[in-house]
């Protein structure tokens, strides 16, 4: 996929938070709207709408609707030795995660990618996941589990 958009109660909040908090560089700036690079330049975009309570009179193709704001869930994929670096830094910028599982805070595991994730929310409540894959076999059976449990089937400590 090369972009997403999303639209957003506050336009600067939400900003501060895609740039300053998950590192996503401008691309372009307007009144409604900002566009980020996602990773490296041209690869990959996220859009950022200004949320109005009036429907745009002249809305065009590919623009979402701004009359509303629909949750939306997508991820950014890194890699393994990533993964844990990124959870960490997000962590010192007051991120909290949240888990699947009850009484516990432990990353999923989707076993049948297989893939390690964490998952967070944006100011405006979109869910957003760091996922990394793993290079153990797909083990669908297990559906998702918690990342101690994935390790110690895998005789990792």
């Known amino acids: 996929m090369y972009e997403a958009h999303i639209v957003v109660s ?7 938070f895609y740039e300053n908090v998950l590192g996503l560089t401008p691309t372009f700036k307007g009144d ?12 990959q975009m996220l859009g950022l709408w200004q949320f109005s309570e009036e429907n745009l009179k002249e809305q065009h193709v590919g623009e979402p609707d701004v009359s509303r704001i629909a949750h939306s869930h997508f991820a950014f994929s890194v890699s393994l030795k990533d993964f844990f670096h990124t959870i960490q830094t997000l962590k010192e910028k007051d991120i909290r995660f949240e888990s699947f599982f009850e009484n516990t805070s432990e990353f999923v595991v989707h076993s049948w ?14 869910a957003l996941e760091v996922i990394a894959f793993l290079e153990d076999e797909p083990c669908p059976e297990l559906g998702m589990i918690p990342w101690s449990q994935w390790e110690s089937l895998h005789g990792r400590p």
Do not use: C, Q
């Not at 990618?113 to 979109?126: E, T």
């Open 113 to 126: 990618m297989p893939s390690v994730s964490a998952y967070f929310s944006d100011p405006d409540g979109h």
């Open 10 to 16: 506050e336009l600067d909040i939400s900003g501060t």
């Open 32 to 43: 409604n709207v900002h566009f980020y690079w996602v990773g490296k330049s041209r690869k």
